[in-house]
């Protein structure tokens, strides 16, 4: 069985790759606001159904990133909350 400090070593690393999961969320989450910017601007004024469809499924794939970072984020909490108690 693992020490305290390998333990602590490992959430630590699990974290880290985390925290680089969130960055990488991030910019992700900034490429969908701008193709949700870019896809209103050339359709401006477009009533066709792909169009509407289009923009909805945009905001829903930011709003999956931005759910996705939180969860990661709880995640770190209570690994680090974890390796606090140790």
Do not use: D, F, W
Request: hydrophobic share 45%.
């Amino acid at each position: 069985m693992p020490g305290v400090e390998e333990i602590r070593a490992g959430i630590a690393l699990a974290n880290e790759k985390a925290s680089a999961s969130i960055a990488a969320l991030q910019q992700a989450a900034q490429a969908l606001e701008e193709a949700q910017q870019s896809l209103a601007q050339a359709t401006s004024g477009s009533t066709q159904e792909e169009i509407a469809q289009a923009h909805g499924l945009l905001a829903e794939a930011l709003q999956a990133v931005t759910g996705t970072q939180s969860t990661i984020m709880a995640c770190i909490s209570s690994a680090e909350s974890y390796s606090a108690r140790l």
